[in-house]
C-alpha cells in the first residue's frame, strides 16, 4: 500500500526550462555582486571552500565553469540558494509548477498520503521553489525533503536512507521522476516508482517502468486519493 509520494522537481511538477531558463540566469547575473559580499558568512565559507578546491583561482571564474558544465558543487549550490531567495522574496521569481500539480498534491495531502521531495537542488531552494509558487506556499503539503546530502539520486542505498527517514517499508513508497537511472535505482531499493513523461520536457520514456504524462494519470494508475 502506498503512503508516501516521493517527488523529484524538475521535469517531474516543474518545467526543466524554468530552472534553466529563468533561475540559473538569474543567479548568474546575482552571483558576481554576491561573491564579493564579505559580510555573510554563508558567501565567506563559499569562497573558502572554493579557495580550498581551487587554490589560486578567481571564484567567480570557477563558478561560471561550475555552471557551464551543470556542476553539482556545494560552494555554488550555496551561492545559487541566496540569490534565488532574495530573487524569490522580492517577488522578481515565482515558480511556475505543472497545472496539474497543485490539485493533485492537496488531493494525495487531503486523501491522507504522506509527500516528500528528493532532489538534486538543495533543501532551501526546495522549499522556495514550492513556497513561491504562482499557485501559493505549498510546504505545508510536505513533511520532507531530501537533497544530495543524502546520498546520490541513482544510488540505490539513498532511496533506502529516504525510507528509513521516513519511517516506512521501501515498499510503501511511491517515487515519481522523469529520469531512468533515478527510477532504477528507486526500484532496486524496493520503492514502487513511476516515470513522468511530460510532453512540453521531451522526456523519452525508460525501458521497464510504468510511465504517466502528468500527475492525474499517476492518481489513475495507482489508485490515489482524487
Known amino acids: 500500500m502506498i503512503r508516501l509520494v516521493l517527488l523529484d522537481i524538475?521535469?517531474?511538477?516543474?518545467?526543466i526550462s524554468f530552472v534553466r531558463d529563468v533561475m540559473f540566469p538569474y543567479a548568474a547575473k546575482a552571483l558576481p555582486a554576491l561573491i564579493e559580499d564579505h559580510t555573510n558568512p554563508q558567501v565567506v565559507a563559499a569562497r573558502a571552500d572554493i579557495a580550498i578546491s581551487h587554490p589560486?583561482?578567481?571564484?567567480?571564474?570557477?563558478?561560471?565553469?561550475?555552471?557551464?558544465?551543470?556542476?553539482?558543487?556545494?560552494?555554488?549550490?550555496?551561492?545559487?540558494?541566496?540569490?534565488?531567495?532574495?530573487?524569490?522574496?522580492?517577488?522578481?521569481?515565482?515558480?511556475?509548477?505543472y497545472k496539474d500539480v497543485p490539485p493533485a498534491l492537496k488531493a494525495w495531502s487531503e486523501g491522507g498520503l504522506r509527500l516528500a521531495v528528493y532532489s538534486s537542488g538543495s533543501i532551501p531552494s526546495q522549499k522556495?521553489?514550492?513556497?513561491?509558487?504562482?499557485?501559493?506556499?505549498?510546504?505545508?503539503?510536505?513533511?520532507?525533503?531530501?537533497?544530495?546530502?543524502?546520498?546520490?539520486?541513482?544510488?540505490a542505498a539513498s532511496y533506502t536512507k529516504i525510507a528509513a527517514a521516513c519511517g516506512l517499508k521501501?515498499?510503501?513508497?511511491?517515487?515519481?521522476?522523469?529520469?531512468?537511472?533515478?527510477?532504477?535505482?528507486?526500484?532496486?531499493?524496493?520503492?514502487?516508482?513511476?516515470?513522468?513523461?511530460?510532453?512540453?520536457d521531451q522526456t523519452v520514456p525508460h525501458e521497464g517502468v510504468p510511465h504517466a504524462t502528468d500527475l492525474n494519470e499517476v492518481t489513475q494508475k495507482f489508485s490515489l486519493p482524487a
Open 10 to 15: 524538475e521535469g517531474t511538477t516543474l518545467p
Open 56 to 97: 589560486g583561482e578567481d571564484p567567480l571564474k570557477v563558478c561560471q565553469d561550475w555552471m557551464a558544465k551543470d556542476e553539482k558543487a556545494a560552494p555554488l549550490k550555496t551561492l545559487q540558494g541566496i540569490t534565488w531567495r532574495q530573487g524569490f522574496e522580492d517577488g522578481t521569481l515565482r515558480a511556475d509548477l
Open 128 to 155: 522556495l521553489l514550492y513556497g513561491y509558487t504562482e499557485q501559493g506556499d505549498l510546504t505545508s503539503l510536505f513533511d520532507g525533503f531530501f537533497d544530495l546530502s543524502t546520498g546520490g539520486k541513482k544510488d
Open 170 to 200: 521501501p515498499e510503501d513508497i511511491l517515487f515519481l521522476s522523469d529520469i531512468g537511472a533515478e527510477l532504477d535505482a528507486a526500484l532496486e531499493a524496493g520503492l514502487k516508482v513511476c516515470q513522468l513523461v511530460r510532453p512540453q
